[in-house]
């Protein structure tokens, strides 16, 4: 999905969510009066919405669904995570880990979703704790198994242990403590440069200081995925919501 068409979809949904929600009760045809679009876009955009829970339809009849069934269905979908999602719509969830994973920032994903710029952070400081914190256990894991000599590099005066395993580097906020470890072979040195090299440019401006390893196990996680797949990790595997 390219961003241009994310958002431009994104301004549509809303449209017509928000048409929906001050009609009550509508049928196609009024919503197509009301509406610039094309009778084709008009159809994908309620099938989109039926299936995300916000609309209904019943005998060519389309009513909005009041904000508090589909909190609720929040809730139900996973009842550990963080209590700000029950604050919200499935479809607005949807959204968040779209942009998110589309890596729009947090102030333009507040202007698409109508939200405050503090609450998208917090929804994205939550996304980048669970990369952090799943990417840590597996490291942990491999270590006790085979424990390394880490490397450490400095980002704004914060030191960030590194570990490979599997081709795959990992980030430590801590040294990992070991007596007997084994040090980076040639293939893993070569792998560690390049991914430290992306990581500088990932998150060098300052404003990355704050949490700045949780940003960088966000940084390993994106590096050569496809939006599809960043998103159905974070959404299935990492937040449970199907």
């Given at each position: 999905?390219?961003y241009?068409?994310?958002e ?8 017509l969510l928000s048409?929906?929600r001050r009609l009550k ?8 009066s009301?509406?610039?679009?094309n009778?084709e876009?008009?159809d ?5 919405l039926i ?10 009849v389309?009513?909005?669904v009041?904000?508090?069934t589909?909190?609720?269905k929040?809730?139900?979908q ?8 029950q604050?919200h ?8 880990i ?10 333009k ?7 405050n710029?503090?609450c998208?952070a917090?929804?994205?400081?939550e ?7 799943r ?16 490397r450490?590099r400095?980002f704004?005066e ?8 599997n081709?795959?580097?990992f980030?430590s906020?801590?040294l990992l403590r070991e007596?007997?470890g ?15 090299s992306?990581?500088t ?5 300052n404003t ?6 949780h ?16 998103y159905?990790?974070l ?8």
């Amino acid at each position: 999905m390219e961003y241009k068409d994310f958002e431009q979809s994104i301004i549509q949904d809303n449209k017509l969510l928000s048409l929906c929600r001050r009609l009550k009760n509508s049928t196609r045809d009024e919503l197509l009066s009301y509406l610039e679009i094309n009778e084709e876009v008009l159809d994908l955009m309620l099938l989109f919405l039926i299936d995300e829970g916000s609309i209904e339809e019943h005998d060519g009849v389309y009513s909005y669904v009041e904000s508090s069934t589909l909190k609720s269905k929040v809730k139900r979908q996973n009842k550990n995570l963080h209590y700000m999602f029950q604050l919200h719509s499935p479809e607005t969830i949807d959204l968040l880990i779209k942009s998110f994973c589309l890596g729009l920032q947090t102030q333009k994903t507040a202007y698409l979703l109508n939200l405050n710029n503090s609450c998208i952070a917090d929804f994205y400081t939550e996304f980048r704790k669970l990369i952090y914190e799943r990417q840590h256990k597996t490291l942990l894991n491999y270590f006790f198994e085979k424990p390394l000599v880490g490397r450490y590099r400095i980002f704004f005066e914060q030191y960030a242990y590194f570990y490979i395993y599997n081709n795959q580097v990992f980030v430590s906020e801590k040294l990992l403590r070991e007596t007997d470890g084994k040090d980076f072979t040639k293939t893993e040195i070569q792998e560690f440069k390049k991914v430290y090299s992306f990581l500088t440019r990932q998150v060098a401006h300052n404003t990355n200081q704050a949490k700045l390893h949780h940003k960088l196990a966000e940084g390993i996680w994106r590096r050569e995925r496809t939006f599809e797949d960043l998103y159905q990790d974070l959404k299935k595997n990492l937040l449970n919501i199907c």
